[in-house]
């Protein structure tokens, strides 16, 4: 019921893509990655009972701020090795 709404919403505002139910939950997977969400919070929005769809969803996300893009940040830009690195750094460029 949801995608046949998104879908005649989608149409009537003269979008040239196709819109389900399911692009919401993708969306919002990507959305709340985005924002810095732990997976099981993501999980318990879009209620998935397994962590591979929203991983999947947030994957390209994620790879963006992940050990190897920050490697590449830090050498790109010339930056002091730092020992105390973690998975969990933010890296800017």
């Known amino acids: 019921?949801?995608?046949r709404i998104i879908a005649k919403m989608a149409k009537r505002a003269d979008i040239d893509a196709e819109?389900?139910?399911?692009s919401?939950?993708?969306g919002m997977a990507k959305d709340l990655t985005a924002a810095g969400f732990e997976l099981?919070?993501?999980?318990q929005a879009g209620r998935w009972k397994l962590p591979e769809m929203p991983a999947r969803y947030?994957?390209?996300?994620l790879a963006k701020s992940g050990a190897v893009a920050?490697?590449?940040?830090?050498w790109s830009?010339?930056?002091?090795?730092?020992?105390?690195?973690s998975c969990n750094t933010t890296w800017t460029s």
């Not at 920050?70 to 830090?74: S, T």
């Open 40 to 43: 099981s919070c993501i999980m």
């Open 58 to 61: 947030s994957a390209r996300l």
């Open 1 to 3: 019921m949801i995608g």
């Open 24 to 26: 919401l939950r993708a």
């Open 19 to 22: 819109f389900t139910g399911h």
């Open 77 to 85: 830009s010339k930056a002091s090795l730092n020992p105390s690195i």
């Open 70 to 74: 920050g490697y590449y940040a830090v």
